[in-house]
C-alpha cells in the first residue's frame, strides 16, 4: 500500500493498492457511510440499442463492504452522491466498487488514530517479502502462504506410494518433484520443515535437479506435518526470523500469556466490554486484544479501544482470519493484560 495524499482536516486519504494484503487492511478500515472515490465502469444504454460500459469517475456512500480473498478483489456497494461524466452518472442508484490490487482510491470519513496506524502498518507491509511455508514428511506436504491477515493455507501435495511398491523409489521421487514444481512456481521465499527424513530428501533432490532453488528456501524442524507444525515454527520464532514479521508471534505469545495470568486469577487478565472498560477507565491497561470484526461491528468496543488508546496502551487487532481469532471470540472479541490489579 503507498499513501499518495493525506488532508486530515478535510479527513481525506487517497490509497494506491499494492497486494492482496491492501485489500483487506481497507475493508478493515471501511464502515457505512464513509465516502469512497475511484475510477469505475456504469452500464449506459443508448435508445433502443445495447448497453455499453463507460467508464466514470463516482463518490459512493458505504452501504457494506467485503472482500472477496478467492476472487482477490474488494467489493465496495454503496449510493452514488457524485460522478463525471454527469451524463452516465446516475445519482441516488446503486453501485458497487470491484477494487483490485494496482487500483487507486479516496477514503473521506472521520478518521481515528488507530485506523490511521493500521494504514501505516499496511505501508510497511509492502516491503516484507510473501512467505510461504511447506510442512511435509513421508506421506503430505501440507502448504500455507503468509499474509498480513494470517496464514492462507494452500494445496496439499500427497504421496501416493507404499514402501511395499516395486516402483516406490520412482513415486517418490514423483512426489518430491511435484514440490519442487510448486516452490519453482512463485518467486517468494520458503520455509520447508517437517519431522523425519522427508525434508532433508527433499533438499537433496533439489540440489541435484533444481539447485537455483535452494538460495530461496530455508530447511527447518517441526513435530508434524500438520497447521500445528506451522504453529510450532511461529513460537520458535523461525517465522519471525525468515519474514522479518513479529506480528504473528506477538499475537499468539500475548493470548498465551492472557490465558495464564486468567488461569492464575491473579487479576492481571480482563475480558468482555464491561471488564475491559473498567480497566481502561483505571488507566491500567498495558495490551489490549481486540478482534478487528469486533472493532467494526460494535461501537462500544471502538469507543474503548479509543479511551485505551488515549491512555497510552498497546493496541494489537487480531484478524478474524488469524489462527488465534477464535481463541479470542471466545472472550467476547476484546481482552487484556494489565499492568497492575484493580479489584
Not at 483490485?100 to 505501508?123: C, M, P, Q, Y
Not at 523425519?196 to 532453488?213: M, N, Q, T
Not at 517465522?239 to 492472557?258: D, H, P, R, T, V
Request: glycine share 8%; proline share 2%; net charge neutral.
Amino acid at each position: 500500500m503507498r499513501i499518495v495524499h493525506r488532508d486530515l482536516k478535510a479527513g481525506e486519504i487517497k490509497l494506491m493498492l499494492q497486494r492482496l494484503e491492501d485489500l483487506w487492511h481497507l475493508e478493515r478500515i471501511l464502515k457505512e457511510g464513509d465516502l469512497v472515490e475511484a475510477r469505475t465502469y456504469r452500464s449506459v444504454k443508448f435508445g433502443e440499442g445495447k448497453e455499453e460500459k463507460k467508464p466514470v469517475f463516482i463518490t459512493l456512500r458505504v452501504e457494506n463492504v467485503e472482500f472477496a480473498e478467492a476472487a482477490n478483489r474488494l467489493r465496495i456497494a454503496g449510493i452514488i452522491l457524485s460522478g463525471t461524466p454527469e451524463e452516465f452518472v446516475q445519482k441516488g442508484r446503486h453501485h458497487t466498487f470491484d477494487l483490485e490490487s494496482g487500483d487507486t482510491v479516496k477514503v473521506i470519513k472521520e478518521w481515528k488514530n488507530f485506523e490511521i496506524s493500521r494504514l501505516e502498518k499496511a505501508v510497511k507491509e509492502t516491503s516484507r517479502p510473501t512467505l510461504r511455508i511447506i510442512v511435509m514428511d513421508d506421506e503430505k506436504a501440507l502448504t500455507a502462504i503468509l499474509r498480513g491477515y494470517g496464514l492462507e493455507y494452500g494445496p496439499t501435495i500427497w504421496f501416493a506410494g507404499s514402501k511395499r511398491e516395486e516402483n516406490y523409489e520412482d513415486k517418490l521421487r514423483q512426489y518430491y518433484g511435484e514440490v519442487a514444481s510448486y516452490i519453482s512456481a512463485s518467486e517468494e521465499k520458503y520455509i520447508v520443515a517437517g519431522p523425519g527424513f522427508a525434508k532433508d530428501d527433499l533438499k537433496s533432490f533439489i540440489s541435484k535437479k533444481y539447485p537455483a532453488l535452494l538460495p530461496r528456501i530455508t530447511f527447518e524442524s517441526c513435530s508434524y506435518a500438520e497447521r500445528s507444525g506451522i504453529s510450532e515454527l511461529m513460537k520458535k520464532g523461525v517465522i519471525e526470523k525468515i519474514a522479518g514479521e513479529a506480528q504473528m508471534e506477538k499475537e499468539e505469545n500475548l493470548l498465551e500469556s492472557f490465558m495464564m495470568h486468567l488461569n492464575k486469577d491473579d487479576g492481571l487478565a480482563a475480558y468482555g466490554k464491561k471488564e475491559v472498560a473498567q480497566a481502561v477507565g483505571a488507566s491500567a491497561v498495558e495490551n489490549l486484544l481486540v478482534l478487528d470484526d469486533a472493532l467494526r461491528k460494535d461501537s462500544e468496543i471502538e469507543r474503548i479501544t479509543e479511551e485505551a488508546e488515549s491512555k497510552k496502551a498497546n493496541i494489537i487487532f487480531y484478524s478474524s482470519k488469524g489462527e488465534s481469532a477464535h481463541k479470542l471470540k471466545g472472550f467476547g472479541g476484546i481482552a487484556a493484560l494489565l499492568r497492575f490489579r484493580i479489584s
